[in-house]
């Protein structure tokens, strides 16, 4: 039986409707999201004997709201408009759908059900950039970020102004940048390299990570970059109304005691600063 994408925010239907929902003149294409998730899906999952396989993988993910492609994908992948060259293509992984017994006593996140979306999430934008790329020589550059800290944060009962905040938002990080890079290895060893050199080599070298994955990153002539976190309103607000980002989640803490903005600003920067080591680019939040 298939698994139907479930909304439950209304703000999030109005959103796909209006900005990703295909239409051709007057033809409705996409009748439902999940519609909208196997388009984009099929136009990413390639020709080989297994491309089923990732088109499968890649539409799961997308129903269970734990990766939010790339809104140009979503907007233009699988219809009759080009989609523009994608020079650093772009997904959220969606850290509130990781929480296992949200709520309880045992709420907890899935480390390791994030790291394989992780590695998909870098599978996935390599196809993106494969197949909407520009420069077929130059190592890959790509965005795998995060939505959703601050909901993951208040489904396990961990306050985002508290002292636990920091070193699990480092623990989340870390978690996507081992995860990423297991893909990545996968990827280059399938698909062969572009360009010279091993830029993930000198990003990885002060990580504490097994050997086998700071030499899977040094010996990496594939990939640029596969991390970058920085916000991503529309994708937040796809994900029935996610928090942005790492951004707080304003509407559930705003009300609280001691919840200022200097206050939020403050428990941002020192989130910031624990996930920035895993992250390959600069990590950017609201201004």
């Known amino acids: 039986m298939?698994?139907?994408t479930r909304f439950t925010d209304a703000h999030a239907v109005d959103l796909w409707d209006r900005r990703f929902r295909w239409r051709s003149g007057e033809r409705l294409r996409d009748r439902t999201v999940d519609a909208t998730w196997q388009r984009v899906a099929a136009a990413l999952g390639g020709s080989g004997?297994?491309?089923?396989y990732w088109r499968s993988r890649y539409a799961a993910a997308f129903g269970v709201w734990q990766i939010l492609p790339d809104p140009r994908l979503l907007r233009r992948a699988g219809t009759e408009r080009a989609v523009p060259p994608l020079r650093a293509p772009r997904a959220a992984l969606n850290a509130g759908?990781?929480?296992?017994e949200p709520g309880g006593a045992r709420a907890r996140?899935?480390?390791e059900r994030f790291a394989a979306a992780a590695a998909l999430a870098v599978r996935l934008l390599d196809d993106a950039a494969v197949a909407f790329g520009t420069d077929a020589a130059a190592p890959l550059r790509l965005e795998v970020g995060l939505i959703g800290l601050a909901d993951a944060f208040a489904r396990m009962g961990v306050d985002y102004l508290g002292e636990r905040a920091p070193p699990l938002a480092q623990s989340v990080a870390r978690s996507l940048a081992l995860g990423a890079v297991q893909g990545a290895a996968r990827l280059a060893r399938e698909r062969g390299e572009r360009g010279d050199g091993a830029p993930l080599a000198r990003l990885w070298a002060s990580r504490e990570a097994p050997a086998v994955l700071r030499d899977a990153a040094a010996n990496n002539r594939r990939h640029a970059q596969l991390t970058r976190l920085r916000p991503q309103p529309s994708l937040a607000r796809l994900a029935n109304g996610a928090s942005d980002g790492i951004e707080p989640a304003c509407a559930r803490i705003g009300l609280r005691e001691g919840a200022t903005p200097p206050a939020l600003r403050a428990a941002r920067a020192a989130i910031a600063a624990a996930m920035q080591p895993w992250i390959d680019a600069p990590l950017r939040t609201r201004p």
């Open 49 to 52: 004997g297994d491309a089923g």
């Open 109 to 111: 996140f899935d480390f």
């Open 2 to 4: 298939t698994r139907l």
């Open 97 to 100: 759908a990781f929480v296992l």
